[in-house]
């Protein structure tokens, strides 16, 4: 059964960081490309990172580069969203993806930035 499950969303202020967890069971979380979306209330849902299965390429939002940075480490059957520099517009609910196929998602963690 597959399953993934954020953590590390909270209330920061504008300029502040976060880091986002996605912890992954029931697939071989080493051979899958993993993603990142989020979805801000009234808004649909929208790519924000992916990280290879190697963890050695990335690829992001124009509105998140050189601000968020996807990791991941396969030992932990983790995926990671640091977030630096955060700004209002980034507050929503973020949500981890594997297309194996399925889509699989998980629940979501919500980040919510203060001005």
């Known amino acids: 059964q597959v399953q993934l499950v954020e953590s590390g969303g909270g209330l920061v202020q504008t300029g502040g960081s976060l880091r986002l967890s996605c912890a992954v069971s029931?697939?071989?979380?080493?051979?899958?490309?993993m993603r990142w979306y989020r979805q801000a209330p009234g808004k649909e849902r929208q790519f924000v990172a992916s990280i290879s299965a190697s963890g050695g390429s990335t690829s992001y939002t124009d509105s998140v580069k050189g601000r968020f940075t996807a990791s991941r480490d396969n030992a932990k059957n983790t995926v990671y969203l640091q977030m630096n520099s955060l700004k209002p517009e980034d507050t929503a609910a973020y949500y981890c993806?594997?297309?194996?196929?399925?889509?699989?998602w998980g629940k979501g963690t919500l980040v919510t930035v203060s001005s």
């Open positions: 029931g697939f071989t979380f080493s051979i899958y490309r």
């Open positions: 993806n594997v297309y194996i196929p399925p889509d699989y």
